[in-house]
């Protein structure tokens, strides 16, 4: 039987291999869409570059960089629509560069603000029951598996 604290690392690991096949997932497909389509690439360059751009302008001495930020978000949602158009026209989803986390709450890390997320607690729950199946060495009885012909009139 398997203690509280491993169960918990358990359920931390599975929430690690999510997080880690998300990134495996975002590169292959980055990778397959950026050969069909050049043009992608070109925006996602685009994309990384406004992040770097309002980097700079959060450090400059200039008085209101708020205006210049605000010019740059806009044109990162323009970039992102360009995106969503081309994938569309490769008859792909709009996430397909970048798939959602199982969970959208925590974003499968199992904590928000310091507190456990449901979804810890359900594959703690999961991980838990499934030990317990395993000790008992019980299989769940289903009435489809009841045989009246063990037991006399």
Known sequence: MLTKKQIYHMAMQELDRRR???VQNTKLHQKEVISASPKIQELLIKLRQTSVSISKEILSETKNPNLSIEALQKQN????????QELKSLNLPD????????CSYCEDYGYVEGKKCECLEKLIQQISMREFQKSA?????????????????
């Open 77 to 84: 949602q323009l970039t992102q629509l360009q995106i969503t």
């Open 95 to 102: 996430n397909y560069l970048f798939p959602p986390p199982e």
């Open 137 to 153: 060495n019980l299989k769940l009885a289903r009435f489809c598996d009841f045989d009246l012909s063990l037991y006399s009139d």
């Open 20 to 22: 880690r096949s998300r």
